[in-house]
C-alpha cells in the first residue's frame, strides 16, 4: 500500500510538473506572436512614414500627434509582455485604452469636420479642464513623471479641447525626454487673457536654442538625443496660435531648474 501510495504521489508530481512546464511554453509562444504582432506593426509604421512627404502641414502634425498617442500604446504593450496579469498589468491595459481612445477620438474629429476640426471648438473652463485632464491621465498612466497645478480659477474660453490635450501631452512628452520628473503648471489672470506657466526640472534647453528661442518651434529643430520626429514643439506652437494664444520659452532654471514656457491665451 505505501508502495502504490508513493507511486501515485511521484506520478501526480510528474504530471504537475508536465503541466507547469506547458504552460511555461504556451505563454512563450504568445509572447513570440505578440512580438511578431508589434514587429510587423513597427514596419508598416516605417511604411506609412515613409510616404509622409506628400501630406500638407495640417495633415503632418496630425499624423505626428496619432504617432505620439499610438507609440505610446505600443510602448505599454511591449511592456505587458513582462508582466503576469493583476493590478500593474490592469494600469499598463487601462494606459493602452487611454491612448487608442484618444487616436481614435482624433480620427473621428477629422471625419465629422472633413478635415478641418478646427471648427469643433466650445466653451470651455480651460484652468479646471487642464487640472481634470491631467490629474486622470498621469497619475495612473505615466510613472516616469509627477504633474502637479497650481492657482486654479474659473476661466472660460472658446477653443478645440483636443487642441489642448495634444498641447500638453506634447509638453510633457517633451519633459519625458529631457529626464524630466516633475512638472509644475500655473494659473494667472491677465485682463482678459489667461496666462499658463509651464515648468519642467528637466536638462533645460540647450544654450543653442537659449540664444535663439525662436528656432524652438520651428518644424524639425531638435537636440535631444530621445527619439523625436522635431515636430512636437512646432505643433504645440501652431495649435496655440490656432486658439488665438501664443506661446514663448521664458529661459531654463525659473520655478524648477528645467525648461520654463509662457502660454497666454
Known sequence: MAAEKKEKERALAELAKIKAEQKVKEKETENIDLSDKLSIETKKNQYLNATRKTLSDDAEQLVHTIDLYVGNASTYVTELLDYDLGKEAHLKIYAIKNNVD????????????????????????????????????????????????????????????????????????????????????????????????????????????????????????????????????????????????????????????GAAFKIII
Open 102 to 257: 484618444k487616436a481614435l477620438k482624433v480620427s473621428s474629429n477629422i471625419i465629422k469636420s472633413n478635415f478641418d476640426y478646427k471648427h469643433t471648438k466650445q466653451r470651455v473652463n480651460l484652468p479646471v479642464y487642464i487640472n481634470e485632464y491631467l490629474m486622470d491621465m498621469y497619475p495612473l498612466t505615466q510613472k516616469k513623471i509627477t504633474v502637479a497645478i497650481q492657482n486654479i480659477f474659473d476661466k472660460y474660453l472658446l477653443l478645440n479641447p483636443i487642441d489642448i490635450d495634444i498641447i500638453l501631452d506634447n509638453l510633457i512628452s517633451n519633459s519625458i525626454k529631457a529626464k524630466a520628473k516633475n512638472v509644475l503648471i500655473e494659473f494667472e489672470k491677465s485682463e482678459e487673457k489667461l496666462v499658463i506657466f509651464f515648468f519642467d526640472d528637466g536638462q533645460g534647453v540647450p544654450e543653442k536654442l537659449v540664444k535663439n528661442p525662436e528656432s524652438i518651434f520651428q518644424l524639425g529643430v531638435r537636440e535631444s538625443t530621445e527619439k523625436g520626429s522635431g515636430i512636437g514643439m512646432y505643433d504645440v506652437f501652431n495649435r496655440v496660435a490656432n486658439s488665438n494664444g501664443k506661446i514663448e520659452f521664458i529661459g531654463n532654471n525659473q520655478k524648477l531648474k
